[in-house]
C-alpha cells in the first residue's frame, strides 16, 4: 500500500480498527487465482489473529492459499467535493478526492472445522455487534437445534497476522481551513462519522 508519511496510521488508530471495524474482504491467492469474500471478524487481542467464518459451500475455505492471506478492512469514507475548501475560493487550484481509513491485515490463515470452535466464534460475533443495543440478541435466543444445523453450514477461519499496512487519508495535507470546510460539509451531508474522523486526525490534534 502506497501510504505518504502524513496518512501514516499510529498504532491507536490501527487496534480502533482491528476491534471496531465493520464486514472485511478476506483475499486468497489459490493455483486457480485470486479469491475474495465479504465477512465479518472479530479481533482476538490475546492471538494476534482476526477469527471469522465462512459458509460451507463457499470452497475458498478448501482452496490451497499461496503465500499470506489478505483481510482489508476499512473505516470511514467519503467523496471531499473541492466546494469545500477555502483555497478554491483564493486560487481554485483544487481538485475532488476521497478521504478514507484502511488496513491491510496480512497472515496465515487456519481452517476450524470444529463446532465447538465455531460456535465459540458465533457467540463473540454476536455479543460485539449487539453490544449497545437496547434488546441486546443472544445466540441463546435462538432454538437450540435450529442454531445447531446454523453451526453446521459454516466453517472457522483464523488469520495469524504477521504484518499491517494502515492508511489514514482525512485531509492532513490539506491548509487548516481546508480542513475546517470539510469537517462542516461533511456534517452537512449528515455523514457524522466520517467528519469526526477529519477532526480528530487535523494536524497538532
Not at 487496534?15 to 471478524?41: C, K, Q, R
Not at 477469527?51 to 489478505?70: F, S, Y
Request: glycine share 6%; charged share 25%; proline share 6%.
Amino acid at each position: 500500500m502506497y501510504v505518504p508519511k502524513h496518512f501514516a496510521a499510529d498504532d491507536e488508530t490501527i487496534h480502533e480498527l482491528l476491534v471496531n471495524h465493520g464486514a472485511a474482504d478476506l483475499v486468497t491467492m489459490t493455483p486457480d487465482g485470486l479469491v475474495a469474500t465479504m465477512l465479518p471478524f472479530v479481533y482476538d487481542s490475546s492471538r494476534h489473529a482476526l477469527l471469522g467464518h465462512l459458509a460451507r459451500n463457499n470452497d475458498q475455505w478448501q482452496r490451497p492459499v499461496i503465500g499470506e492471506a489478505l483481510v482489508i478492512m476499512r473505516g470511514p469514507d467519503a467523496y471531499i467535493t473541492p466546494q469545500w475548501y477555502a483555497s478554491k475560493r483564493e486560487h481554485g487550484r483544487v481538485v475532488p478526492t476521497w478521504n478514507y481509513v484502511t488496513a491491510h491485515v496480512y497472515g496465515t490463515l487456519t481452517v476450524h472445522d470444529d463446532p465447538a470452535w465455531v460456535e465459540d466464534l458465533v457467540r463473540r460475533l454476536a455479543q460485539h455487534h449487539e453490544a449497545g443495543r437496547p434488546e441486546p440478541w443472544s445466540v441463546d435466543d435462538a432454538p437450540e437445534r435450529y442454531f445447531t444445523g446454523q453451526l453446521r453450514a459454516i466453517v472457522g477461519i483464523e488469520l495469524a497476522i504477521s504484518r499491517i499496512e494502515a492508511k489514514v487519508k482525512l485531509s492532513q495535507n490539506r491548509p487548516a481551513a481546508d480542513i475546517d470546510g470539510v469537517v462542516e460539509g461533511l456534517r452537512a451531508d449528515g455523514d457524522e462519522v466520517t467528519a469526526a474522523a477529519v477532526a480528530v486526525h487535523r494536524p497538532g490534534q
